[in-house]
């Protein structure tokens, strides 16, 4: 059975400090690891890593994975009250047949920015 | 293009009651997915299709049915509704890039919260 852990659950931190959030993941057949952000609503896609070693980049936010040691950490630097939200991490593997796509996900970190 | 839409954004039922929570997209993606979500636990997968007429069961399927018979819809049956269903409901869907290729960003709905009785 495929699993995904995320830590640490939860994260309070001051505007301006560098956060790094880690997943750790058990997954047959690794096709692709993906980050999501939740703020009080629907997930909203970050990025999505295949390859070890790459690193994405998006404003202050990045991420890299290693499919050796399987985890992958998302960074976040010069946080904002407004990176407040629960970040989630994804792991697609594929176990035969019409499975192929399925994500499992982490609990979740809550990240909490304080002015 | 609307993206994903859900229907209802709330509700509360009685256990036993039966229910149907809606699912469209526009954007004539192949795969779709219902995902609950339950505090401390993240997304769990309940069923996916990766077509019309094709479904399966995801982690979580007991309870529920599901049926697609057309690319836009994705609707979700809970056929006898119990406390332990009170949660809140995510579909997704997503293009389907087959066996070759990983899955492209899902785009999620803004959910369903439900409460059982």
């Known amino acids: 059975e495929d699993k995904v852990v995320q830590s640490p659950l939860s994260l309070v931190v001051h505007e301006g400090d560098t956060v790094t959030l880690n997943c750790s993941y058990e997954v047959t057949n690794f096709r692709s690891l993906l980050w999501y952000k939740q703020e009080k609503k629907a997930p909203t896609f970050l990025f999505m890593l295949t390859s070890s070693g790459i690193e994405k980049k998006s404003g202050r936010l990045s991420s890299i994975l290693d499919k050796k040691e399987l985890f992958s950490i998302l960074n976040i630097t010069a946080t904002q009250t407004g990176d407040s939200a629960v970040y989630l991490c994804?792991?697609?593997?594929?176990?035969?047949?019409?499975?192929?796509?399925?994500?499992?996900f982490g609990q979740g970190t809550i990240l909490t920015v304080h002015p | 293009n609307a993206g994903v839409t859900q229907t209802p954004k709330f509700q509360v039922l009685k256990t036993g009651q039966s229910m149907t929570l809606q699912c469209a997209q526009d954007?004539?993606?192949?795969?779709m997915s219902w995902y609950r979500q339950d505090p401390g636990m993240g997304l769990r997968l309940i069923h996916y299709?990766?077509?019309?007429?094709?479904?399966d069961q995801g982690e979580v399927p007991n309870g529920y049915n599901v049926s697609r018979s057309t690319t836009e819809d994705f609707p979700l049956r809970l056929l006898s509704a119990a406390p332990s269903q009170t949660s809140v409901y995510f579909c997704?869907?997503?293009?389907?890039?087959?066996?070759?290729?990983?899955?492209?960003?899902?785009?999620f709905g803004p959910g369903t919260r439900l409460t059982v009785l």
């Open positions: 997704a869907s997503s293009y389907d890039p087959g066996t070759s290729g990983s899955r492209n960003e899902q785009f």
């Open positions: 299709s990766v077509g019309a007429g094709i479904t």
């Open positions: 994804a792991v697609e593997g594929w176990a035969g047949g019409t499975s192929y796509g399925k994500l499992t």
């Open positions: 954007m004539n993606h192949e795969y």
